[in-house]
């Protein structure tokens, strides 16, 4: 007896670490009517309609948002964020937790809108200072909260910190504690990534718009190529992604990127950057990137081509990394989402976007775009150097009111000088 029962707790426990490691896995998807990918599915014209749509309602609003100017696209983006934040905090929640903890989603917004404030303080604090200088008290208010910005941030963290060890239960810590970490985790992904874009943004429309486009680009023609021609599939994480699609849309991106940056360029509120919060059309001098420079076309192309030279903006050639990097590195954000997706069982991170999924879902590889936009563009276009916008931003920053006014009298006194002299 007592050797049978010896043997019995081994097998037990044997039984549960393999239901345990089983229900770790993933579970393979089923192929859809008959297959995975997209030219096997006999559905495909109904999902395509369907996705087509969408894609229209979310291309017209985009269109309409750019058009309104710098301030509406940075709020679409906020709005974006919001959605993005919801749909992350929703994956890991469970009901049955979150009736013993009253309160425990208001903590993670509290996380979310210090964040928030943290970032777009940093990023704004410039053009919100420009804004308000004709106006004296709402000038002196602005100085001082730039200037206890991140005392302000760190003490709204420590608070929701405190609440959040105040409200630790017994037999809840596990999940509490996971949450917290997860919250952590998603304002990392939202605002570290799109922080870059609200930067974009500023120095220009154009290094926003461009981006952005041609990731949109670049996953309607993988669509489209892998709908007619995809047999070939690409990798196990996507499993209707195809070589198809993505040579396809490879191709087709990298030229849409040489055309469309000298279609966008030369619209001069599109390429200029913005120094203020205000709403408004901008002009300014386009800068030598946005100035056509003429090639004669070489003696072997046909005498029956029409042109005998072409106009080409200097930034297309900085268009052309844009779209390689939108073809061939930016839908690993994608295959990224695509494996977090299986690893927690979903088919897509929420339902808000007909035919599309949730806003996580169509923003996986913008995120991933939108820093090397940034990056790219003050690492190789923007003159390094000390400006006198770089001069001015210290002085705001640094200098109490009194001191700015002192410094302006030096300068005057320097002036008449000059004049004299």
Not at 40 to 46: Q, S
Not at 61 to 86: N, R, W
Not at 186 to 214: D, H
Request: aromatic share 16%; with cysteine.
């Amino acid at each position: 007896m007592q050797k049978e029962n010896n043997t019995a707790v081994p097998s037990s426990a044997t039984a549960r670490v393999r239901q345990r490691k089983r229900s770790n896995e993933v579970v393979p998807e089923p192929k859809a009517n008959g297959g995975n990918l997209l030219v096997d599915d006999r559905n495909k014209y109904k999902s395509m309609w369907i996705r087509t749509h969408s894609t229209v309602w979310m291309i017209g609003g985009f269109a309409f948002t750019v058009y309104m100017g710098h301030l509406y696209v940075t709020a679409m983006v906020v709005v974006i964020q919001i959605f993005m934040a919801k749909e992350l905090f929703n994956l890991l929640r469970k009901a049955h937790e979150d009736k013993h903890l009253p309160g425990f989603r208001l903590l993670n917004w509290h996380f979310f809108f210090t964040t928030m404030f943290f970032v777009y303080g940093r990023l704004l604090s410039q053009p919100l200072v420009n804004t308000v200088t004709s106006d004296m008290f709402l000038y002196q208010f602005v100085n001082g909260l730039i200037k206890y910005h991140m005392a302000i941030c760190y003490f709204l963290y420590i608070a929701g910190f405190m609440w959040f060890i105040l409200t630790l239960k017994k037999k809840m810590y596990k999940y509490q504690f996971g949450q917290y970490a997860w919250t952590h985790m998603i304002l990392i992904v939202v605002f570290t990534q799109s922080s870059f874009t609200v930067a974009n943004i500023f120095e220009g429309i154009f290094w926003f718009l461009l981006p952005a486009s041609l990731i949109v680009i670049n996953d309607i023609f993988a669509y489209i190529f892998g709908f007619f021609f995809g047999r070939t599939p690409l990798i196990k994480l996507s499993p209707k992604k195809t070589w198809e699609g993505f040579i396809g849309a490879s191709v087709t991106t990298i030229i849409s990127a040489f055309l469309l940056a000298n279609i966008l360029g030369r619209f001069h509120w599109l390429t200029c950057p913005r120094k203020d919060l205000s709403t408004g059309w901008l002009q300014c001098d386009p800068g030598p990137l946005f100035k056509p420079e003429n090639y004669i076309l070489p003696q072997w192309i046909p005498q029956r081509f029409p042109w005998n030279e072409i106009s080409v903006l200097p930034v297309q050639w900085h268009a052309l990394c844009f779209g390689l990097f939108a073809s061939i590195i930016a839908p690993f954000g994608g295959f990224f989402a695509s494996g977090f997706k299986r690893a927690f069982k979903i088919k897509d991170f929420g339902d808000s976007i007909p035919g599309h999924g949730g806003i996580t879902d169509r923003m996986d590889c913008q995120m991933v775009m939108a820093v090397f936009a940034y990056i790219y563009h003050q690492s190789f276009v923007v003159r390094q150097g000390i400006s006198v916008e770089m001069i001015l931003d210290q002085i705001l920053k640094n200098l109490t009111f009194e001191e700015q006014q002192n410094l302006v009298m030096k300068l005057q006194i320097l002036q008449e000088r000059l004049e004299h002299s």
